[in-house]
């Protein structure tokens, strides 16, 4: 589909996740994988790799069906079109590697594509490696662009100041548009790093359903998570010294968690409650 055949959405909302540098253990490129398959997402536009990707560096990878036939398939950035059943918005997911240059040709196209679609909204997902323990929520830090979705974040404000990736650059020419938009990050241990991490991928989707106030399907993540969860016991009771870098890490945490943080965490999981049952038609 061309730029010129976007067909008339409702008052969609974009959510973008860039494979690489932004994506500890895949858990941000997951949650749009995730939307794109519980939704059956359409391919609405798919942008030239040629413009934005070393090859060397972003390879085209062979693809081998159950038949033993080959497809090359390039790093190619592309933009799906969502109508979830529940609920009166449409949703653009982007899913993309992080290009190797030409960041704001590509922001501009993007942001080019979202305002032809009539997009009132950006979100963008991003996941790091950091010092946390795996028997802990996932902590996930957010930034928005006006105190509204500031307030409706309810996630730590991010403090971060340093090199920045795609996501950054993609909100920041949002904001430069007049676009709102809202960064979400999810901090993965770093001592589990390979992918995938559902608990991260479901907590960045928690953290989206928050940031935006429509109910997000969870599909089999729950259970993913808890198969998750046990492998990462298991490795705990094997290795000793991860065992005790992990309590290290749990004391830690424990000592610089403020009670009224939790208190605020409880609450924000019984309000997504809330919206799944209504979603469901279990309320009542």
């Known amino acids: 589909m061309s730029l010129d055949d976007i067909p008339p959405l409702r008052d969609p909302w974009m959510v973008a996740a860039f494979e690489g540098w932004n994506d500890a253990a895949e858990a941000a490129s997951g949650v749009v994988a995730h939307l794109i398959d519980e939704w059956d997402a ?5 942008l030239d790799p040629e413009d934005y990707y070393d090859f060397q560096v972003t390879r085209p990878m062979i693809h081998r069906d159950e038949a033993g036939d080959s497809e090359l398939v390039w790093p190619t950035p592309t933009i799906y079109h969502a109508r979830p059943p529940h609920g009166g918005r449409d949703v653009l997911l982007l899913s993309a590697p992080e290009p190797n240059f030409r960041w704001r040709g590509f922001c501009s ?3 080019g594509v979202a305002s ?3 997009v009132s909204e950006v979100v963008t997902l991003g996941a790091l490696l950091a010092d946390s323990p795996h028997t802990h929520p996932v902590p996930v830090s957010g930034s928005a662009s006006d105190e509204t979705r500031r307030a409706r974040l309810g996630a730590a404000p991010s403090r971060y100041a340093g090199p920045v990736g795609i996501n950054a ?5 949002a904001r430069l548009a007049g676009l709102p938009s809202v960064s979400l990050w999810a901090a993965v241990p770093h001592y589990l790093a390979e992918p995938p991490c559902p608990k991260a991928t479901l907590a960045l989707l928690g953290a989206l359903e928050d940031a935006i ?4 399907p969870q599909g089999v993540l729950p259970e ?3 198969a998750w969860q046990r492998g990462a016991e298991e490795l705990t009771e094997r290795d000793e010294e991860i065992a005790e870098y992990v309590q ?3 004391s830690e945490r424990d000592t610089s968690e403020l009670p009224e943080a939790s208190g605020d965490a409880i609450a924000r999981e019984f309000e997504r409650y809330l919206r799944r049952r209504g979603v469901d038609g279990t309320d009542g």
Do not use: Y
């Open 109 to 111: 196209t993007v942001l």
């Open 248 to 250: 290290a890490l749990e």
């Open 224 to 226: 993913m998570t808890e």
């Open 116 to 118: 032809l679609a009539g």
């Open 42 to 46: 359409e391919v609405l536009v798919e």
């Open 169 to 173: 650059a993609l909100a920041d020419e």
């Open 213 to 216: 106030g429509v109910p997000l």
